[in-house]
Each structure stands twice: as C-alpha cells, then as structure tokens.
C-alpha cells in the first residue's frame, strides 16, 4: 500500500498539476480590472491609487473567469479515475487494499492536490500583483473608493491589517473550496467514468447551484457558493472557519462514501 500511496502523490503533483496553477492564475488575471492588467504586464505605471484588495473583490463579486478553477483544479489527479479504470489497474488494486481503503487513498490524494493546485495558483497571481502594487495604499483614507470595504467580508474596520489579513482568509476560502470540489468530483468521477464529463463535472454543478439558489431568491447568508468564494461573512471568522472545514470535512466523507460504493458495484457487475 505504501508504494502505491507513493505513485499516487507522484501522479498527482506533475506537469498537469503546474499546468492547473497557471491557468488558475490566468483565469484571475482575466478578470481583473484591464488597466491593472496592463500594469501586471509592466506597460503602465502605477498611479498610487490601485491597492490589491480593491481589485481582488472586483474579480471575487464580479468575476466569471476565475470560476474555471473549478475545471482547472482537476488536472493533477480530480480526473484520473476513469483512465485507471480503463487501464484495468483498479481489480488488482482493490483486492490487495480493500476497497475502503483505495477509496480513502484516492479521495484524499484528490483533495489534497485540488486544494494545492487552487493555492499555487492563487498565490502565482497574489504575487504577480504585489510585484507592481500594494495590498492597500498607504493613503486609501484620502481615496473614497476604499470606503465600501468597509461592509464587505472579512475586512472589518478596513485598516492595512485588516486588509492584509482578508486576502490571507479569501485565499484560504478559496483553498477549503478546492478541497471540497476536488474530493466530490473524484467521489462522482466512478459514477461518470469519462475524464471530460468528470473535469467539468464541478463547474456545470456549481452554475446549476447558483442559477437554483437565485431562482428561489436565497439569502446570502444561506448560498454555500457565496461563502466558499468569501463573499459572506454571518458570524466571527474563526466561526466562519468552523463552518466551512466542516462542511469541507462532511462533503469529504459523502464522496468517500460515494466512491467505495461504486467502484465495489462496478466491480461486482462489471
């Protein structure tokens, strides 16, 4: 089992995985403010009045680009199901470990390298930023358009601490979110069994969940999406926390679950 948990790691973290971090990080960057983008690409200067924090919540509320790392995020090892299965590798595999534990190793191994690929890339694009511009200017009191952060999750009375720590907790949002969308579709991708359905299956499912929640016109507080994307803030944030590692821990166990119960079906039934 230990040269087989040792495989798996290598599978997962290889160019597919380094991939998935740049096209993470393209996605934010397609999103951003298009004067900032000419900034990151180095062909305009800063004006002193452009801060992280301001374009990071423009490409979290408004953003539809950056979504794709619900797709991206598989590429290391969310998709890999169906051609090990294909291969005819999983019988013998699951007769030495037990399904049980096959299951474990794959959900884990698939969350893990989810939520590695969505912090790789976040980070890529956090830096790629902060190599041209400050997390908050040091004179964005004398700047009205910092003003609404003030409501917003995560950043409290909005001074430069705050807003320091509010991309420190939405990149971390965003990795809890990698974790859990990661570890579904590796539960699901038995039941799929075919890499494009299994890479797209998390985004399609997402856009169905947000098209449902706004047709029954949920609030905020009660949209899952809003929270894994750090949108909403109900309670303190080590509450806020609690609650998404969770849910996180939950949806992890619901696809281990769901995958040991259909691989030992497909297996039974051929």
Same mark, same amino acid.
Not at 48 to 61: A, H, T
Not at 142 to 161: F, P, R, S, V
Not at 208 to 225: V, W
């Given at each position: 089992m230990k040269d087989f948990i040792r495989m798996t790691w290598k599978r997962a973290f290889h160019f597919r995985f380094v991939l998935g971090m740049f096209l993470i990080c393209l996605a934010f960057f397609l999103d951003t403010e298009v004067s900032v983008r000419y900034i990151m690409l180095g062909q305009y200067p800063p004006t002193g009045s452009e801060g992280i924090v301001l374009y990071l919540e423009y490409v979290l509320i408004y953003g539809t680009n950056y979504k794709l790392f619900l797709i991206f995020m598989t590429l290391g090892y969310g998709c890999s199901f169906p051609a090990d299965w294909k291969s005819g590798i999983i019988p013998g595999l699951v007769r030495r470990m037990g399904v049980k534990r096959y299951a474990g190793i794959q959900i884990v191994v698939s969350a893990v390298s989810g939520? *590695?690929? +969505?912090?790789?890339?976040?980070?890529?694009?956090?830096?790629?930023?902060? %190599?041209?511009l400050p997390i908050i200017p040091d004179n964005f009191r004398e700047l009205g358009i910092y003003d609404w952060l003030e409501d917003m999750a995560y950043y409290g009375n909005l001074t430069a601490e705050d807003a320091r720590m509010a991309v420190v907790y939405l990149g971390l949002i965003l990795v809890l979110s990698g974790?859990?969308?990661?570890?579904?579709?590796?539960? *699901?991708?038995?039941?799929?069994?075919?890499?494009?359905?299994?890479?797209?299956?998390?985004?399609?499912?997402?856009?169905?969940?947000?098209?449902?929640?706004?047709?029954?016109?949920? !609030?905020?507080?009660?949209?899952?999406?809003?929270?894994?994307?750090?949108?909403?803030?109900?309670? !303190?944030?080590? +509450?806020?926390?609690?609650?998404?590692?969770?849910?996180? %821990? %939950?949806?992890?166990?619901?696809?281990?679950?769901?995958?040991a119960k259909t691989v030992k079906w497909r297996l039974e039934n051929g």
């Amino acid at each position: 089992m230990k040269d087989f948990i040792r495989m798996t790691w290598k599978r997962a973290f290889h160019f597919r995985f380094v991939l998935g971090m740049f096209l993470i990080c393209l996605a934010f960057f397609l999103d951003t403010e298009v004067s900032v983008r000419y900034i990151m690409l180095g062909q305009y200067p800063p004006t002193g009045s452009e801060g992280i924090v301001l374009y990071l919540e423009y490409v979290l509320i408004y953003g539809t680009n950056y979504k794709l790392f619900l797709i991206f995020m598989t590429l290391g090892y969310g998709c890999s199901f169906p051609a090990d299965w294909k291969s005819g590798i999983i019988p013998g595999l699951v007769r030495r470990m037990g399904v049980k534990r096959y299951a474990g190793i794959q959900i884990v191994v698939s969350a893990v390298s989810g939520g *590695v690929t +969505v912090a790789g890339g976040f980070l890529i694009y956090i830096s790629w930023m902060k %190599f041209f511009l400050p997390i908050i200017p040091d004179n964005f009191r004398e700047l009205g358009i910092y003003d609404w952060l003030e409501d917003m999750a995560y950043y409290g009375n909005l001074t430069a601490e705050d807003a320091r720590m509010a991309v420190v907790y939405l990149g971390l949002i965003l990795v809890l979110s990698g974790l859990t969308w990661s570890a579904l579709t590796m539960g *699901v991708s038995a039941c799929l069994n075919h890499t494009y359905l299994v890479m797209l299956f998390p985004y399609f499912l997402s856009r169905m969940y947000m098209e449902g929640a706004k047709a029954l016109r949920l !609030p905020d507080a009660l949209r899952i999406d809003r929270w894994f994307t750090g949108l909403v803030q109900p309670f !303190p944030v080590p +509450v806020c926390f609690g609650v998404l590692i969770v849910f996180c %821990f %939950f949806i992890i166990f619901i696809s281990w679950f769901l995958f040991a119960k259909t691989v030992k079906w497909r297996l039974e039934n051929g």
